[in-house]
């Protein structure tokens, strides 16, 4: 099914229902996912996680999305309520909150991806849908699903996997698809020890994505089996896809970009250093996420606040931005930023310097405060003259987190302060 229009729109995408599992805890991150789910936690000044799945479904003209709830969601859910409420219900658009609600049994959490695809069959049953499309809701990346939906009808498959070219390092995080010339997949492994290269290549991967396309039909099927199973885990990828690759016709999709062909940007921001790495990775000249494109743009909820504003320039106590990307509401008040990103209403005060950090929104930072290489969690208030990120052993005294690669997390409890756990 050729095409030349890079942003493919048919009515594939149209008789598609979109899953986003937005459940996950996201224990890596530590203590940014106290209270606030995984594809709640806040992402490139002025976002979420979960406005990335959510934006390419909305820019792929999937109009009708589900997004599957469970651990600390109520965050998540006033920001989908807030800032997702435009699709019109009288046209058949609507993006639903499903939330574990114990529709199979009166103890039934969601046990696994699968298991919570399964417990809301007659949802899904409800809107007819012609394909099935399961998300992850906790991966930053811009994708048109119109392409793979329709790579999915094209060759005939009844589920087909997004899959990303990894190195065999790499690889070993992941799930891995073996696949043939024809990009059947003959075999899955997951985090496996020694992972099957391409064909024809000595060290490049297929990994899961965690993007399955499923004709509705064969999901049920496989669902009702599943649960049926003893022992089973209920995951897509531990037993879904390594119970039906040998007797259906399972597809691999790899992401790439439409224009130039080469893998494309994509990001697990499931630890603290992934997560600090990938924000500081928008300040670039010309980083690897444009969220500048107009014609892919990412949606969101913020609220209506003044621009960022820079105050004093004398010689010792300038308000000055380096290397940066400040958000609305912020005040860099005779203070230094450097190399860092500023969500929005945060207020840096005079002789403070911060380089290399991340700051999310609502935070205050007192005078001669120096903050490098950190995460500074939402409402935090610094008072004056703290050091983060110069001392790690200082750091861990004072009961902050320090990552593998260094990266100091403070949130208000860690301070002894009271904090809006609304995040």
């Given at each position: 099914m050729p095409h030349t229009n890079p942003r493919f729109i048919s009515r594939l995408t149209r008789n598609t229902l979109a899953l986003i599992l937005a459940g996950g805890r996201g224990s890596r991150l530590k203590h940014l996912t106290a209270w606030r789910a995984k594809p709640a936690v806040q992402f490139g000044g002025k976002f979420r996680i979960i406005d990335f799945p959510l934006s390419n479904c909305i820019n792929s003209d999937i109009r009708r999305i589900g997004v599957l709830t469970q651990y600390k969601a109520h965050s998540l859910i006033l920001h989908i309520q807030k800032g997702w409420g435009f699709l019109r219900g009288e046209f058949g658009e609507f993006i639903e909150l499903w939330p574990a609600q114990q529709r199979i049994a009166e103890t039934s959490w969601y046990a696994g991806t699968a298991d919570a695809v399964f417990q809301n069959l007659d949802i899904i049953r409800d809107h007819n849908p012609e394909y099935v499309l399961v998300l992850a809701g906790d991966h930053i990346y811009k994708m048109d699903y119109g392409t793979m939906i329709a790579y999915h009808v094209e060759s005939g498959a009844d589920m087909t996997v997004g899959c990303l070219e990894v190195d065999i390092e790499r690889a070993r995080e992941f799930g891995v698809m073996a696949v043939d010339a024809d990009q059947k997949v003959t075999d899955f492994a997951e985090k496996p020890r020694d992972p099957e290269t391409i064909p024809g290549s000595t060290d490049r991967c297929l990994a899961s994505m965690g993007i399955y396309v499923f004709n509705?039909?064969?999901?049920?099927?496989?669902?009702?089996?599943?649960?049926?199973?003893?022992?089973?885990?209920?995951?897509?990828?531990?037993?879904?896809?390594?119970?039906?690759?040998?007797?259906?016709?399972?597809?691999?999709h790899t992401f790439r970009d439409l224009r130039s062909g080469e893998q494309a940007y994509w990001r697990d921001v499931g630890t603290l250093d992934a997560f600090w790495e990938a924000n500081l990775e928008l300040i670039g000249v010309t980083p690897p996420l444009d969220l500048y494109d107009k014609n892919w743009p990412i949606w969101t909820y913020q609220e209506q606040l003044p621009p960022a504003k820079f105050v004093f320039d004398d010689e010792d106590r300038r308000g000055m931005a380096v290397d940066s990307m400040v958000s609305g509401g912020c005040v860099i008040s005779g203070a230094v930023v450097r190399h860092s990103l500023l969500f929005s209403n945060v207020r840096v005060n005079s002789y403070a310097t911060v380089s290399d950090s991340v700051i999310l929104p609502d935070v205050h930072i007192g005078r001669n405060c120096t903050i490098r290489n950190a995460v500074i969690d939402r409402f935090c208030q610094i008072e004056e003259g703290t050091e983060i990120g110069v001392d790690r052993e200082?750091?861990?005294?004072?009961?902050?987190?320090?990552?593998?690669?260094?990266?100091?997390?403070?949130?208000?409890?860690?301070?002894?302060?009271?904090?809006?756990?609304?995040r």
């Open positions: 509705r039909d064969f999901l049920f099927e496989q669902l009702t089996k599943d649960a049926d199973t003893p022992g089973s885990s209920h995951d897509f990828g531990k037993d879904i896809i390594p119970n039906v690759i040998q007797r259906y016709r399972v597809m691999a200082a750091d861990l005294r004072a009961g902050f987190c320090v990552s593998e690669g260094g990266v100091t997390l403070v949130t208000p409890e860690m301070l002894g302060q009271d904090a809006n756990h609304v």
